[in-house]
């Protein structure tokens, strides 16, 4: 094997097919490894809870893709930049708008210390050189040691009125960022949030301004909110590990299975085949289905599970190939020199079979990831982790489809494709280097 | 005729495996189910009889008098006995093979019984209907491709079916049933994008509203199919038409056509049906799922409403009667290849 290593890479680095596949697993490979060690580990975690998304649009489209005529506001969240000292603390937001739809709504979160009671008072420096006010809110007294946390919103009733009233007569969205023809003035604005503390102390702590909007993001939000960039990027290491443990997995096992009962023949063998073919024989998915339902969900069940499909196959190939090499003149002159099967098989037999297992394991990896995204789409994936699969379950819970949502239903199929793609690939070279006869067809 | 009979023997015994590890599989949950049902019963007959209840002193007695009634009755279907027992798998086994699913916990069928055969026997046809006709079309379209891109290895429409055979094949079924909906839903309006018919059965535009509600999912499990399909076709022919009894004919001047279409494709077929029996397995899962996603009324809605409600019962009997569909169908293979290849009779 150490002796055909190098042929074999070259072989799948020779073909266009071969280098394709490569390319396309490295990419993932890189985007797994960068969303493993990025803070997005966090986001796994918040993805089933509604509360870490609050801040973000419903099903937006993404920003990349929000052009044209009717093009919507851009979903942003931007933090203050603190200043100020004494009673007087400033925190203020740079905001680049574009042209396009009025953003509809705008939120101020913020967390502030101070002795005595306060005011809010919140304003917006237009790109013309215009001053809107939009609020001012007086805050209860405080002691000055504990932070205070709250929300000011353009929504809430009070709010909305006031400005309302003082642009007269337009409404609030438009007073702020309305060019008076309906569309946005495009440009820089500054929400500038101010704090004048009736006692000794005021500052704000933090401060973070959302605009809201219908595009957001790299690839969008769906209707729960979520970036569904987390999401994506999350699923690149989970389908990397569900395909390749299944296809390691399947392969060894087959391998071990198929290589005893053809190196061993007779009886065992026959035994061993008949049982191979029951397995054979069952619908895999209606099984799979009754195990997730009835034993566990967990995502390394599922492995398991996949496994328990995976390995027939490959153990009747390995063992009409097994048979093949124990009728070789050598394996024979092992055997009658009194070796242990056990050495035997590791050093005759095995040998010829790997390169046909290595091509193997990349054809199964496909297999295992699209059962695994159908299983998940039926409802039965691990809940804890945003697969590709669950992905699309929401999208077609909610009827994404149907209703136009293509962010939300095509990126995750694309993806599982592309990992598909990638192994087809690679599987496709290296069956051409282990397999002459194919290259002729 | 021996052939036939040791094939169609071995799929009984595959189906007696599939029961038996469905009920070990099952067995405790179901357990869980029939009792919870037994108490339910037991305590709805006693709150609808207020003079039993009134001739209790004290609430103590009266809890101790419907556990013993749940006792009683639990023993008379054998719950008393645990589920693993020979006697309980063996009689849970039979009910399976004779149909007797009991009833569903939540889902019911069209007419409004929640007998599970009730509701399987409404929805297999269904299945059988889609999964049937996209399997006869997918098998059309892969061998006429595949035979036409064989007698032309390496043009640029050979390379063309390959290329499209090993992508599509990567593509999930159902996900490409979400782009044709949003395709043919969506963006043009053409083909609803909920499969199930809007008409009530018996109407008479029923079947037209059917087939009409058909055509999408049914397009969708062709368009992924036939790829792989023509892919496995070209490749066997391939090998054929390099052997020297093809040369032969070329030689006493057999028509090119005639030689493809004819002799090649027979001497192809036997490997052909083998393989695509065993991708029968995998094509089912993928129709299953397609169904879920076009809310196509068959088994796979029905799998996709089961286990969002985990109705048990519901689920257990779909897959005993999709098991046994499945294996019909790879029997139904195995003595196609009989008779395409004589060999295997002789044997």
């Known amino acids: 094997m150490s002796r055909r290593g190098p042929s074999m890479r070259a072989e799948v680095l020779s073909s266009r097919m071969g280098r394709a596949g490569v390319g396309i697993l490295a990419a993932l490979v890189a985007l797994s490894a960068a969303t493993l060690a990025s803070g997005i580990g966090e986001a796994v975690r918040e993805w089933n809870d509604p509360a870490a998304w609050l801040t973000l649009p419903r099903s937006a489209v993404p920003a990349w893709a929000n052009v044209g005529p009717d093009r919507l506001a851009e979903h942003t969240v931007v933090a203050g930049a603190v200043s100020g000292e004494g009673a007087h603390s400033v925190a203020s937001h740079a905001l680049d708008v574009g042209a396009g739809a009025v953003p509809p709504g705008l939120m101020l979160e913020y967390a502030a210390r101070h002795s005595g009671s306060a005011l809010l008072e919140l304003h917006v420096m237009r790109p013309d050189g215009a001053r809107v006010g939009v609020a001012a809110v007086a805050l209860a007294a405080s002691d000055g040691a504990s932070e205070r946390h709250g929300r000011v919103f353009l929504a809430d009733e009070s709010v909305r009125r006031t400005v309302e009233m003082r642009s007269g007569g337009a409404g609030a969205a438009e007073a702020i960022f309305g060019d008076g023809r309906g569309g946005a003035l495009a440009g820089r604005y500054a929400v500038i949030a101010e704090l004048h503390g009736a006692g000794g102390m005021a500052e704000f702590a933090s401060t973070r301004l959302t605009v809201d909007g219908g595009a957001y993001g790299l690839m969008g939000t769906d209707e729960m909110r979520r970036d569904l960039a987390v999401g994506l990027a999350w699923g690149a290491p989970l389908a990397l590990f569900v395909g390749v443990s299944v296809a390691v997995a399947s392969v060894l096992i087959g391998l071990a299975y198929g290589m005893y009962a053809g190196y061993r023949g007779g009886r065992a063998d026959e035994a061993m085949m008949r049982a191979n073919d029951v397995v054979y024989a069952l619908p895999a998915l209606p099984f799979l289905v009754i195990l997730a339902v009835t034993l566990s969900s967990s995502i390394f069940v599922m492995v398991a599970f996949l496994v328990m499909f995976g390995w027939v196959a490959v153990a009747k190939v390995s063992r009409s190939m097994a048979l093949q090499a124990r009728a070789r003149g050598y394996v024979e002159a092992s055997r009658l020199m009194g070796q242990r099967d056990s050495r035997t098989i590791l050093r005759h037999v095995m040998p010829q079979l790997l390169p046909y297992a290595l091509a193997s394991i990349a054809i199964s990896v496909p297999a295992a990831i699209t059962t695994e995204a159908g299983l998940s789409f039926l409802g039965l994936g691990d809940p804890e982790y945003p697969t590709w699969g669950q992905m699309l379950r929401d999208a077609s819970l909610h009827g994404a489809a149907a209703r136009g949502l293509w962010w939300w239903v095509v990126p995750p199929g694309l993806m599982i494709a592309l990992t598909g793609l990638a192994f087809v690939f690679i599987g496709g070279s290296l069956d051409a280097a282990v397999n002459p006869r194919m290259r002729r067809a | ?347």
């Open chain 2, 1 to 347: 005729m021996r052939y036939a009979l040791t094939r169609s023997l071995a799929m009984v015994g595959v189906l007696f495996a599939t029961l038996f590890i469905t009920v070990v599989l099952v067995g405790s949950g179901m357990d869980d189910i029939l009792g919870r049902s037994v108490a339910y019963h037991v305590r709805a007959e006693i709150a609808a009889d207020p003079a039993l209840a009134a001739s209790f002193a004290d609430p103590g007695a009266l809890e101790a008098h419907i556990a013993a009634r749940i006792a009683e009755r639990e023993a008379e279907i054998g719950l008393d006995r645990p589920w693993w027992s020979p006697e309980r798998i063996a009689s849970s086994m039979w009910r399976i093979l004779v149909l007797d699913f009991g009833r569903a916990n939540f889902l019911s069928s069209d007419t409004g019984s929640t007998e599970v055969a009730d509701i399987l026997a409404e929805r297999l046809p269904k299945t059988i209907l889609l999964f049937t006709t996209a399997t006869v079309a997918i098998s059309a379209i892969g061998v006429g491709l595949g035979a036409m891109a064989s007698s032309r290895a390496r043009s640029a429409a050979d390379r063309l079916t390959s290329a499209f055979a090993v992508i599509s094949s990567s593509f999930p079924v159902w996900w490409v049933g979400l782009l044709m909906i949003f395709a043919f839903s969506f963006a043009w309006q053409v083909f609803p994008p909920r499969a199930t018919p809007d008409v009530p059965p018996g109407d008479p535009s029923y079947v037209a509203s059917l087939l009409y509600h058909m055509a999408l999912p049914l397009m969708t499990i062709v368009l992924v199919g036939f790829g792989a399909w023509s892919y496995l076709v070209r490749n066997f022919m391939v090998g054929v038409l390099q052997e020297d009894h093809i040369a032969a004919r070329r030689a006493i001047g057999v028509r090119e056509r005639r030689i493809v279409y004819s002799h090649a494709l027979r001497n192809a077929a036997p490997p052909i049906v083998t393989v695509m029996a065993l991708s029968l397995s995998g094509s089912l899962g993928g129709a299953i799922i397609t169904e879920a996603v076009f809310d196509w009324p068959g088994m796979g809605r029905l799998y996709f409403e089961a286990v969002l409600a985990m109705d048990l019962p519901v689920i257990v009997g779909a897959t005993y009667v999709l098991t046994a569909f499945f294996l019909a169908s790879v029997l139904a293979a195995d003595l196609l290849y009989m008779r395409l290849d004589p060999r295997t009779a002789a044997r």
